[in-house]
């Protein structure tokens, strides 16, 4: 593997970390390649000579941070490469796509541990928990991506499902439901704090408050909501305490404040709609905003008992049509830009008539991300990266469940 995937905020651009002993000797990058956030090394003219990467590597330089990609060929002539193309270097992403679903079900299976204690123990410390939130952090930080991409799968197989496939009981299924929605909005949200610019040690409130932002629905009956028919007017009224208990059970344990507002106020709204205060605008803390908007986006393109999933452009879309009313534009927009309007994970159908998914953004234009397609391997088994575009390959919608097949 030649790079280490990570997230760097450089101009308000996601970067990618590459070890310098690890990038082809005489490739170029597709994009330029920075030493620091300021100093470019390579431009996508500029070769990547060997005396360059030993003068790097001399100088005790490790790593180079681009958001384009080593291996493009550039031409002279036109200055640009193949049309819209760049040859993916990788020969597969299964060994990060395992890591990722491994790292998933460690958070997963830790949070699921997490509402277990508070039922059986009645209580819960900050500390360990922003200690572990801080090394899921960490991890989740380099391997965000293949986290999203590997999110889809799960959905788009249909295996999430109030945790059907894995739990037989109503208590295992809660705890599962609660983990999952807990675990999903906070890498979410973690991607939009980091797009941000939030220092650390607000990312890892940010996670905690994420994690366990649906704590309160312990203390309710599993059966309201892992309900797959309408809700009774009783039903819906106890759905709407659960912000209240959240806050009330994260505040007796002695949780920040800001954790115990983000959970309190997480369903509140910029228009008023919200509950349970019907704030508005600026009343609303900033970790409930972020919340707000990964808790929908989530909810959004994941399976419920009482709806399916909707494709992630497609939500995107609906969180767009809600900016002003429902949702802060600045974090609309740092999800947007964070995911594209076609977000990491989505497989789509391109206008060359191939199939393919969305595996990284473009930072200047969300409309036109990178993707790999999938119906067509190269023999000696390298997957095609493709830089959509509004005059070359573009996007020209998601497919259908049964359009996608085996990727």
């Not at 209240?244 to 007796?252: A, G, Q, R």
């Not at 200047?364 to 493709?386: A, H, M, S, Y």
Request: overall charge negative; charged content about 25%; proline content about 6%.
């Amino acid at each position: 593997m030649i790079e280490k995937w990570s997230i760097e905020v450089n101009r308000g651009v996601w970067m990618r970390q590459f070890k310098v002993k690890d990038i082809p000797e005489n490739s170029y990058f597709s994009k330029p390649a920075y030493l620091d956030d300021r100093f470019i090394v390579f431009a996508p003219e500029i070769p990547v000579a060997k005396e360059y990467k030993k003068m790097l590597i001399d100088w005790e330089f490790q790593e180079l941070l681009s958001d384009g990609e080593p291996g493009w060929q550039y031409h002279p002539e036109t200055g640009e490469s193949a049309p819209d193309a760049i040859e993916g270097i990788r020969p597969n992403d299964d060994d990060k796509l395992n890591e990722a679903r491994e790292l998933y079900a460690a958070i997963q299976k830790y949070t699921e541990d997490l509402f277990s204690g508070i039922i059986q123990e009645g209580t819960l410390e900050f500390n360990p928990v922003a200690e572990k939130m801080k090394e899921f952090y960490d991890t989740i930080r380099e391997n965000w991506r293949f986290l999203l991409r590997m999110l889809r799968d799960v959905d788009t197989a249909g295996n999430y499902a109030s945790g059907a496939s894995v739990a037989s009981d109503d208590d295992a299924s809660s705890r599962y439901y609660l983990a999952s929605h807990g675990v999903k909005s906070a890498i979410i949200s973690l991607i939009i704090g980091t797009y941000l610019k939030l220092p650390v040690h607000r990312l890892i409130e940010l996670g905690v408050a994420a994690l366990l932002h649906e704590i309160g629905m312990i203390k309710l009956p599993a059966r309201i909501y892992l309900n797959r028919g309408t809700l009774s007017p009783q039903e819906h009224k106890a759905i709407q305490t659960h912000p209240i208990l959240s806050f009330n059970m994260l505040k007796s344990f002695g949780f920040p404040l800001t954790i115990c507002l983000a959970a309190l106020e997480h369903h509140e709204r910029e228009n008023g709609s919200g509950y349970p205060q019907r704030l508005t605008g600026e009343k609303i803390s900033l970790y409930a905003k972020i919340l707000a908007v990964a808790c929908s986006f989530e909810a959004l393109t994941s399976t419920r008992p009482y709806k399916d999933a909707k494709d992630s452009h497609t939500s995107i879309l609906d969180l767009l049509k809600n900016v002003g009313k429902q949702y802060d534009d600045l974090i609309v927009r740092a999800l947007v830009f964070s995911l594209s309007i076609y977000p990491i994970g989505l497989y789509v159908l391109l206008s060359n008539g191939s199939k393919a998914q969305v595996v990284d953004v473009n930072p200047e234009n969300p409309q036109f991300p990178v993707v790999q397609i999938f119906d067509e391997l190269k023999p000696d088994g390298r997957i095609q990266t493709l830089e959509t575009s509004a005059s070359g390959v573009s996007i020209v919608r998601p497919l259908l469940r049964e359009e996608i097949g085996s990727p």
